[in-house]
T-cell receptor, first 115, second 107 residues
Framework: GPKVLQIPSHQIIDMGQMVTLNCDPV?????FYWYKQILGQQMEFLVN????????KSKLFKDQFSVERPDGSYFTLKIQPTALEDSAVYFC?????????????FGSGTRLLVI | GQQVQQSPTSLVLQEGENAELQCNFSTSLNSMQWFYQRPGGSLISVFYNPSGTKQSGRLTSTTVIKERRSSLHISSSQITDSGTYLC?????????FGLGTRVSVFP
């Protein structure tokens, strides 16, 4: 079936540095999402993005976070500067429609370790 | 409190046994989705918006939206069924997940 590709699969970074997580959504999908999962904890919503704009973000989406999707390229999550508590698995997802009207497709996640 | 409650939190099965996983929602919802998360983390959609009963292979989902509950039945479990099963409710902006049921199947 259609897939969401996430690059890289793993990333280790020094605290304070910048990191960019990349996501290639399903080609005809219009809505894009980032979720965060700390080991052993619940998967939590960070942000959704549509038509070049952030539609909604949770309280986990700190000021140090930003998202964008320049035309024809990856949907990215940038963290600048990183903090130790940013260590987690970040999942990208996409959907054709919004909310209750659409099936979500998730990527395999990027495992981020901030040291 | 938790909007999505899953039970049990973990389950140990001998290969061939059946299992039933429960998901209850504390808020009204329009639709929900079951996911399977492999050891190592990738997330795979199992059932999307399964009102009533739906079957896919050895997996059967039974959802009663009005009663805010859904169950996932695994029949004749196999070692490859091991992993975490997550349910999530759809709301306007995204998904709210439960904590999952960790299933371990042994020979």
């Amino acid at each position: 079936g259609p897939k969401v590709l996430q690059i890289p699969s793993h990333q280790i970074i020094d605290m304070g540095q910048m990191v960019t997580l990349n996501c290639d959504p399903v080609s005809n999908h219009l809505y894009f999402y980032w979720y965060k999962q700390i080991l052993g904890q619940q998967m939590e919503f960070l942000v959704n993005f549509y038509n070049g704009k952030v539609m909604e973000k949770s309280k986990l989406f700190k000021d140090q976070f930003s998202v964008e999707r320049p035309d024809g390229s990856y949907f990215t999550l940038k963290i600048q500067p990183t903090a130790l508590e940013d260590s987690a698995v970040y999942f990208c997802a996409s959907s054709l429609a919004q909310g209750a009207n659409s099936d979500y497709t998730f990527g395999s996640g990027t495992r981020l370790l901030v040291i | 409190g938790q909007q999505v409650q899953q039970s049990p939190t973990s389950l140990v099965l001998q290969e061939g046994e059946n299992a039933e996983l429960q998901c209850n929602f504390s808020t009204s919802l329009n639709s929900m989705q079951w996911f399977y998360q492999r050891p190592g983390g990738s997330l795979i959609s199992v059932f999307y918006n399964p009102s009533g009963t739906k079957q896919s292979g050895r997996l059967t989902s039974t959802t009663v939206i009005k009663e805010r509950r859904s169950s996932l039945h695994i029949s004749s479990s196999q070692i490859t069924d091991s992993g975490t099963y997550l349910c999530a409710i759809h709301y306007a902006q995204g998904l709210t997940f439960g904590l999952g049921t960790r299933v371990s199947v042994f020979p």
